[in-house]
């Protein structure tokens, strides 16, 4: 059985949020779990839960469900971690000085082989440098990146970096492109993807200096890459490309302001309907199809983010995560377990 | 009387939109114009307007109507322009080479006095590089930038640089933050306006080394800018600030993300809307709901976006614009001529 370690105390709503999602994903999707933190915390919430179950949404927004999980029928490993890295701490320093922080020792129950994949909502930088020093990079791979699978019309399209390396070279990006290749073919079933710099020009000697040689890299060898040249940020949505590089900078401001966006216009919409009486009425017909929208790309559904070019499976999350969301994370982790793409990206680095 | 001088040749309706709207926002706001371009082809758009009229969405989305206008009416003045720069031209050397391009004349025309701001929807690095060498830089200011007004619940929030420079330093966004605020004090009367740096976290020392030093910068004089500190992506829509600064590859990524969000979330709604009968009748009472969201957000609003940090007003509109988004950037020419910003910007570096 796919036994996946989750960093019970990591992100805002820890550690309880983090235990409910992770014991209804072992319910649901048949996994083993491996939850790090204080053992007693973690015990206490796992027993709150066996008695009274938690509220969550159940993947439909609005009203939250009571959700009951036979906690006792699970595999469940805690293991004891007695410290916590913080947000603002910095991640370098941080997973060095705190050997016992609940993130570091995920990270290593991944390593030693105890579990096949983890699931981190905490502090990102803490995630990855935890990953990038217990897991170890991939033979090739400079740097590992966030691998972002923003929702559009018809099918996700990958943003990659998605906030892992604020200051990139041009052939970071072009690792990030391999990496997204992989991870759309075998993730997303995409045959063979296309490929596009995130760009402010259509044309090719559009942009900063890294868009510039980045695209002339992948230029030369465009038929490998399936290259299709520059992406603006409006065209992102449109399915131009299945596989979009840019720096990590950019890729989380796009990331966010596409969330910011979608959050402000929801919101623009239902102070609108409450204007007069014949808007909420209105508004109250409307709502069932608003709401089938919001699923289609409300960041939980989505769960988490790989981090692809380490030698193992990290999955990390929103900090905001709740149940819901950390159930679809661990899902995340279980199909990245079942397609290796991490060890395939090391196959395909070996044979370029 | 205040005249505009519009670049009848730039953009990819041009020049019959960009004439209409021109002529459109004369009679509205009672300004005077001076269109720039091949005159055969401008006369015989006023010819047309004076005959039939116009259609336009009238800043109604939906339906057009004809929009009918006196042209013998107005103050026009025709400047022939034999060129015209293309959208993929290297902007440096296309307005050093085509001295006459509808462009370079239209900057002319400020820079002589002839006309008192300019309008131009083709190239944004040839209006830029046009104004930059036409006009002048302010003294003090090393690079020109663009101020983009982003629609958020309540009042609006001003992105600089939108775009005008890829590759920034952090004395360059010093000096963005300084314009961002004349521009809000002046355009937006907003008192004492609030500034963030656009981040991928909250933390001093998140983010790449340009928004790490510009942090710094701008702490050091926290009161003088009311520096909040970093924004995140999501938080730009939430009013945390008035004015945030990024360099202009990342401003711009901002711009066309937010607007390529909006436009996939409205077709989404439509489409759900259309997949039943019910649907389609909710879809249809929902309808004059939806439209005034979207003009709140429509960028035809807008109209266009200041260039900031040279001698002279140029307003860059959208490649896209049609008539009513020409005439609302000439409605922003207007009223940049009478707050004067610009002019602002220098008294204010002066006494710096």
Request: proline share 3%; charged share 25%.
């Amino acid at each position: 059985m796919t036994r996946i370690a989750i960093d019970a105390m990591g992100g805002d709503h820890a550690p309880f949020e983090i235990v409910a999602g992770a014991v209804w994903a072992a319910a649901e999707y048949g996994v083993a779990l491996e939850l790090v933190g204080k053992r007693d915390l973690i015990e206490d919430c796992l027993e709150k839960i066996q008695k009274d179950g938690f509220m969550s949404p159940c993947g439909k927004i609005g009203r939250n469900k009571r959700v009951r999980v036979d906690v006792k029928s699970l595999d469940i490993k805690i293991t004891h971690a007695s410290e916590i890295i913080e947000m603002g701490e910095a991640p370098g320093q941080a997973i060095r000085k705190k050997k016992n922080s609940s993130i570091v020792l995920t990270v290593n129950s991944v390593a030693t082989g105890s579990s096949d994949a983890l699931v981190a909502a905490g502090s990102t930088g803490a995630a990855m440098a935890a990953s990038l020093f217990g897991l170890g990079r991939i033979p090739g791979i400079d740097r590992p990146a966030i691998a972002v699978t923003l929702p559009t019309m018809k099918k996700p399209v990958v943003v990659i970096d998605g906030g892992a390396n604020s200051n990139c070279t041009p052939q970071m990006l072009k690792q990030f492109a391999i990496m997204g290749r992989i991870f759309s073919k075998n993730v997303l079933d995409i045959e063979n993807p296309k490929t596009g710099v995130l760009n402010i020009g259509e044309e090719a000697g559009k942009g900063n200096e890294l868009a510039q040689s980045v695209y002339n890299i992948l230029e030369e060898e465009k038929e490998k890459y399936n290259f299709m040249g520059n992406i603006e940020g409006r065209e992102l949505f449109l399915n131009h490309c299945d596989i979009v590089v840019c720096d990590g900078f950019v890729g989380n401001v796009v990331l966010k302001v596409t969330e910011g966006t979608a959050s402000m216009l929801f919101k623009m919409i239902k102070s609108e309907f409450k204007s007069d009486f014949l808007g909420m009425l209105i508004g109250l017909l409307a709502k069932p199809f608003m709401k089938r929208i919001y699923e289609k790309i409300n960041y939980e559904e989505f769960g988490g983010m790989l981090l692809l070019g380490v030698k193992g499976i990290t999955v990390i999350s929103h900090g905001r995560s709740k149940a819901y969301a950390i159930k679809n994370a661990v899902r995340v982790a279980k199909e990245a377990v079942e397609t290796q793409v991490n060890r395939k990206i090391a196959e395909s680095i070996e044979t370029n």
